[in-house]
């Protein structure tokens, strides 16, 4: 079982995940954008959409430092551990919140407007349903674990099979002592992994940096003079009197 649950399911959703987007590319090109409903409701998605996208950065970036770097290279580098978990706690629990609040105005806008919640779509809700179940997953972790609890070093274990399974590597045995809710979270990426290349977060790979700040709808500027609209029809009518008289 354990090997079942750390190191094929790994290697599954992975599989999943590159053929997937392929698939996606070679096939649904056209469905490869973000599906935005920002013509249906604006307000609730100008507040919601970049506290989720930031508080996704941050906690993103929180768990490449947390799972790619070495706890052997940030000491080497004169970072004591005390800091370097005091900053990891803290900053995922800001970015967390902030991400939070978020997905809470970006799920609530699903409900809240009749018109999103007709162009919603059944793998959306997927969506939402596994980035809710994740972001409690990991705020339950970072927060009642390491926050308020007496704290668990995931860099001496789940960090190492982690790294372990893109070496061709995976050590199940650091998996199994690790916390209930800390392998349900690493569960629950994977599985998230197999199912991204399946909904819009492929845009995710079209997306310039310039997307974090500019305009929801990108409007083009005219350039020249505004041409002239077709004349009123009492103008038209006007017009055409004289000719009508002359040909009597």
Same mark, same amino acid.
């Given at each position: ?27 649904? *090109? ?7 409903? *920002? ?130 590597? /995976? ?11 800390? *392998? ?48 009123? /029809? ?15």
């Amino acid at each position: 079982m354990n090997t079942l649950i750390w190191v094929v399911l790994p290697y599954a959703c992975l599989t999943v995940f590159v053929a997937g987007h392929v698939w996606r590319w070679r096939h649904d *090109q056209f469905g490869w954008t973000t599906h935005t409903s *920002q013509l249906l409701e604006s307000r609730l998605l100008r507040l919601g959409s970049p506290m989720f996208h930031l508080g996704a950065f941050g906690v993103i970036g929180g768990h490449a430092m947390g799972l790619l770097i070495p706890a052997s290279l940030t000491g080497a580098l004169g970072i004591p551990e005390h800091l370097y978990h005091e900053v990891a706690v803290w900053g995922g629990t800001i970015t967390g919140i902030v991400m939070v609040a978020g997905l809470v105005l970006l799920i609530a806008r699903r409900f809240v407007s009749g018109r999103i919640r007709r162009v919603t779509t059944g793998m959306d809700k997927v969506l939402y349903a596994f980035l809710a179940a994740m972001v409690v997953l990991g705020m339950t972790a970072t927060v009642g674990k390491n926050l308020l609890g007496s704290g668990y070093d995931y860099r001496e274990t789940i960090a190492v099979w982690f790294r372990g399974v893109f070496w061709f590597h /995976p050590r199940t045995e650091l998996m199994t002592g690790a916390p209930l809710v800390y *392998q349900l979270h690493a569960i629950g990426g994977f599985l998230f992994l197999a199912l991204w290349p399946f909904t819009r977060l492929v845009h995710v790979w079209s997306a310039p940096l310039a997307y974090l700040w500019r305009p929801y709808v990108v409007y083009r500027a005219r350039r020249g003079p505004v041409p002239a609209g077709p004349p009123a /029809p009492a103008v038209v009518r006007d017009a055409e009197r004289p000719t009508a008289r002359s040909a009597h």
